[in-house]
Every structure is written in structure tokens, then in C-alpha cells.
């Protein structure tokens, strides 16, 4: 009787969420985060494999540095990561293997220069087309890093009803004005009540910002949609994306 009532009250116990078992592992629970880790192989060693191109097991280097990245990312998520744990572990995976790979393609250069340079029927032509193919990979690394950021930064993005359309409708048009809206999000973000009602609520605390920032509360309303896209960017592992504050805070 107990289990029918369940499915037709809901009175069972509610299974634990992938965000909510992060949150217990930490405060300090290890063997849940053992297990969770052991769970996920299966998605560490796919993520790996997409960027490596080719399969990885538990056997490869690179399923190695995945699964360290794989913790990392359990022992740094918080709300404002995302909504989404795996989206956030996926980008913190790729970009550890892809710095990993880069950081063994410099290794070979150094390496295939040493030994060019003990021999001499070696043509110094070789040792430039070595450098150009490893600048060439480095940059297609590059390439996938800021790919990933991006689609990363989409899905955000969507979680508040946002897109990239609504950006460019909704940017600021001059230096200045987009100065300052970032200026806004930088505050927003310092502050940890407000910074909450933005992540949880998915609302813009324009009452009480406009106590904290040299901008009418008009202008901040206006930029809204700017703003909450500079917020994320700014608490997010973005490498790319807060270059590119940085390039325009500094025009």
C-alpha cells in the first residue's frame, strides 16, 4: 500500500539533484564525491574524446587530466556557474585537455629542435615547417577554446531568456555607454545579496542598484539585458569573453 500512495502522493524521498550533490560533497562529503566522480567516467572520457578527436579510455594521459578537471569543477560550481553542472564541468574539461595537449605540443617542438639541431642532414626548412604546424594546432586549440565558450555562454544566456539577438538589439551603441553598463555589472556582482537575486531570481535588482551606481535608474533599465549578459560573463570561467571586457572598459 505504502509504495501506491507514494506514486500517487509524491511521499517518497526525492531523489537528490546532480547541483544538490555537489553541494554536499562541499561541506565535506567525500565518499559521495568519490561515487559521483566514479559515475561520471562515462562523461569525462566523451567529453575528452571530442576534443582529442578520437577515443579515450581510463588508460589515456589525457582521461587523466579530464577526470582531475572533472573534481575541480565539482569543488568550484556554484549557482552562478550555471544551472547546469555538466555544462560547466564540460567547459572546465576541454579547456584543461586543450591546455594539456598545447603544453605536449610544445614539448615535441622543443624536443624535435634538439634533435634537428645534433644533426646535421637535418634542413633548417623542417625545423620551420615543425613551428608552423605546431602554431597552426595552437591555433585551432584556440579556435575550439572560444567555440565552446561561447556555446557555453549561449546556454547561459537562454537560462535567463536571453539570446544573442537581444544582445545586439539591446547593446549599448557608444564606448562609453557600454563602459558603464559594465561598470554596473561589476557591481552587481561585488555584491552578494544582489548577485543572488540576479543567479536565483533571474531578475535585475534595479531598485537597489540604483543606490550603488553613478547611472539613473532609466539607463540601467534601458541596458538591462546588457547587463545581466556582462554579470554571467564576469562570474563565469569565460578566458575569451573577459578579454574582451577588458578591451572595452580599456578603448
Do not use: W
Request: aromatic share 8%; with cysteine; net charge neutral.
Amino acid at each position: 500500500m505504502k509504495p501506491v500512495l507514494s506514486l500517487l502522493f509524491k511521499t517518497g524521498k526525492r531523489k537528490q539533484s546532480l547541483e544538490e550533490s555537489v553541494i554536499s560533497i562541499q561541506k565535506g562529503n567525500q565518499q559521495l564525491q568519490n561515487e559521483l566522480i566514479d559515475q561520471y567516467k562515462p562523461f569525462v572520457a566523451k567529453t575528452v574524446s571530442s576534443v582529442c578527436k578520437r577515443y579515450i579510455d581510463e588508460k589515456d594521459d589525457e582521461f587523466s587530466i579530464g577526470l582531475i578537471a572533472f573534481n575541480e569543477a565539482i569543488e568550484k560550481y556554484s549557482s552562478d556557474k550555471g544551472n547546469s553542472l555538466l555544462a560547466f564541468a564540460e567547459l572546465i574539461i576541454k579547456r584543461k585537455v586543450i591546455d594539456y595537449i598545447r603544453k605536449e605540443a610544445r614539448n615535441a617542438q622543443n624536443i624535435n629542435m634538439d634533435m634537428q639541431e645534433g644533426e646535421e642532414q637535418e634542413s633548417s626548412q623542417s625545423m620551420i615547417e615543425a613551428e608552423l604546424s605546431i602554431h597552426e594546432f595552437n591555433r585551432m586549440l584556440e579556435q575550439e577554446q572560444r567555440r565552446e565558450e561561447i556555446l557555453h555562454f549561449k546556454e547561459r544566456l537562454k537560462s535567463f531568456g536571453l539570446s544573442f539577438s537581444d544582445l545586439l538589439e539591446h547593446s549599448p551603441k557608444h564606448t562609453d555607454a557600454r563602459q558603464n553598463a559594465i561598470k554596473v555589472a561589476y557591481t552587481l556582482v561585488e555584491h552578494e545579496e544582489l548577485k543572488k537575486i540576479l543567479f536565483e531570481k533571474k531578475q535585475l535588482p534595479v531598485k537597489q542598484l540604483e543606490k550603488l551606481v553613478a547611472v539613473s535608474r532609466k539607463t540601467v533599465e534601458r541596458n538591462r539585458k546588457y547587463i545581466i549578459a556582462m554579470a554571467i560573463i564576469i562570474t563565469g570561467d569565460y578566458v575569451y569573453l573577459k578579454d574582451y571586457l577588458k578591451g572595452v572598459l580599456n578603448s
